[in-house]
Antibody, heavy 119, light 108 residues
Framework: EVQLVESGGDLVQPGGSLRLSCAASGFSFRNYNMNWVRQAPGKGLEWVSYISTSGSTIYYADSVKGRFTISRDNAKNSLFLQMNSLRDEDTAVYYC????????????WGQGTLVTVSS | DIQMTQSPSSVSASVGDRVTITCRASQDISSWLAWYQQKPGKAPKLLIYAASSLQSGVPSRFSGSGSGTEFTLSISSLQPEDFATYYCQQANSFPPWTFGQGTKVEIK
């Protein structure tokens, strides 16, 4: 069974940093591209970042470019999101999502981790 | 960026009703469209990919159609577990991958 479990969400002050993790199991993690998608309270879904299997290709949404860094450790079946210079508008539930290659959709999602940016 | 617009924003329906949700893309995306279902407090779940292909395990009462700029998600006979919010997502031109604003299916 495919499982994605996020962790690391917390309350942080504006300008602060946070590192999210996503532990993958039930599939060959190294063979899948991965993503982070977020959802602000009461709002819709926003794609945040993408990383290829080897980490050689990375994309970011304009809203987080220069502040967030996606990475992965295939030996530990883990995906990460380093979030710096956090803003109020970064408050959201952050989901890691497996990339459905060939169709460019997201076929499995974790349960999400809540990041709250507030003073 | 490609903008995705869903209509209606919400719909009230009864168990057994047929429900149709529309998603429009700001430019031609061929058949590169997915639909997701999200229940309160839960992660989104992939229902349909490539506009009309049913994801494994998804009941056959869900169907998708369309191409180009206009797409529909239909639920043939609404069940109690189908009350949720539904999102479309384009997969034609990225980054960024973009979603519609969501359609909430509520109990009448």
């Amino acid at each position: 069974e495919v499982q994605l479990v996020e962790s690391g969400g917390d309350l942080v002050q504006p300008g602060g940093s946070l590192r999210l993790s996503c532990a993958a199991s039930g599939f060959s993690f190294r063979n899948y591209n991965m993503n982070w998608v977020r959802q602000a309270p009461g709002k819709g879904l926003e794609w945040v970042s993408y990383i290829s299997t080897s980490g050689s290709t990375i994309y970011y949404a304009d809203s987080v470019k220069g502040r967030f860094t996606i990475s992965r450790d295939n030996a530990k079946n883990s995906l990460f999101l380093q979030m710096n210079s956090l803003r109020d508008e970064d408050t959201a539930v952050y989901y890691c999502a497996r990339h459905y290659s060939g169709y460019d959709t997201f076929d499995y999602w974790g349960q999400g981790t809540l990041v709250t940016v507030s003073s | 960026d490609i903008q995705m617009t869903q209509s209606p924003s919400s719909v009230s329906a009864s168990v057994g009703d047929r429900v149709t949700i529309t998603c429009r893309a700001s430019q031609d995306i061929s058949s590169w469209l997915a639909w997701y279902q999200q229940k309160p407090g839960k992660a989104p779940k992939l229902l349909i990919y490539a506009a009309s292909s049913l994801q494994s395990g998804v009941p056959s009462r869900f169907s998708g159609s369309g191409s180009g700029t206009e797409f529909t998600l239909s639920i043939s006979s609404l069940q109690p577990e189908d009350f949720a919010t539904y999102y479309c997502q384009q997969a034609n031109s990225f980054p960024p991958w973009t979603f519609g604003q969501g359609t909430k299916v509520e109990i009448k």
